[in-house]
């Protein structure tokens, strides 16, 4: 099955969020789990989580993805700013399991005030504070592009996380082309030889998931600006690639169109049904 699907807003609700992914042709979404610059989150309407789940399990509906708010920072090395991401993330990581085979993504941060050492350690504290062994919903680590003091830019930067995470089968891995690619790491001309080397340092049972993201910028740029699919530096072709890469095909891909409408990901969602068939 090819699951692939768009950023939906959870603002009218899970089911309103199936039901706009079942009409774009859709599989599976992602969406913010709360405002992506604030911290209030609105308590999960019980009506509303059975009719998603009645609606999901009949129109094949599958993997929904709840992204983290960008405000947090995990990494931190100020008390209140981990204080706050952990406050977070836990309330978040907790409302998760009422919606079958959703997981958390997480964006690292930045290492602003200690060593990147150091913001990896913490970055790691943090995961060992709010994953439980009870819980169904992995925690996925965001790649970032390596702006500025970003984290986990790097394989390497991931596993140093991953090496110290207490219970390794709750969490996971998803890379963004674009952030990817703003890395520095070539998966246009040699995706192979990319997924070669995250499989060696990391390990491609770890890798859970893929943002299908086009770039405004250029390879190694390490700034991860989202162009409209198809006319970006990455390109349509090599997105597809992605999808048809024999050791990423069954994962779920989610695309975030920069000003998106639902047009255009019906469209980017049929183009790449179409190259997948292919």
């Known amino acids: 099955m090819f699951v692939i699907g768009p950023h939906l807003s959870k603002r009218e609700g ?11 042709g859709a599989s599976t979404f992602q969406y913010f789990s709360r405002n992506p610059r604030g911290s209030h989150v609105k308590s999960a309407d019980e009506g509303d989580v059975k009719a998603y789940n009645e609606y999901a399990a009949e129109h094949g509906i599958i993997s929904p993805l709840a992204y983290a708010p960008y405000d947090i920072e995990p990494a931190s090395g100020k008390t209140e ?23 958390y993504l997480v964006r690292p941060g930045s290492a602003i005030d200690e060593s990147k050492e150091q913001g990896l350690a913490n970055f790691a504290s943090t995961i060992n504070a709010i994953v439980h062994p009870s819980q169904n919903a992995k925690l996925l680590i965001c790649m970032l592009a390596g702006e500025g003091h970003q984290l986990c830019s790097t394989f390497e930067e ?15 891995v998803l890379v963004d082309a674009s952030a990817l690619w703003a890395a520095g790491y070539d998966i ?24 299908l993201n086009d770039s405004k910028e250029e390879r190694g740029s390490h700034v991860d600006r989202h162009a409209r699919i198809g006319e970006g530096t990455i390109g349509f072709d090599a997105l597809a690639a992605m999808t048809n890469n024999p050791r990423l095909a069954s994962l779920p891909f989610y695309i975030e169109e920069p000003h998106s409408t639902l047009a255009e990901y019906r469209e980017d969602i049929e183009k790449f049904k179409q190259a997948r068939k292919a």
Do not use: W
């Not at 899970?14 to 774009?24: F, H, N, P, V």
């Not at 060696?200 to 893929?210: C, Q």
């Open 14 to 24: 899970y089911l309103s969020m199936g039901m706009q992914a079942e009409g774009l």
């Open 188 to 211: 246009v001309g040699d995706l192979d030889g990319v997924l070669d080397e995250f499989d060696r340092v990391i390990g491609l049972d770890k890798l859970l998931a893929v943002h």
């Open 158 to 172: 991931v596993k140093q996380v991953l090496d110290q995470v207490e219970l390794q089968g709750h969490v996971g």
């Open 81 to 103: 700013q981990r204080d706050f991401a952990l406050a977070v993330m836990a309330e978040d990581m907790a409302l998760l399991d009422e919606i079958p085979g959703q997981n």
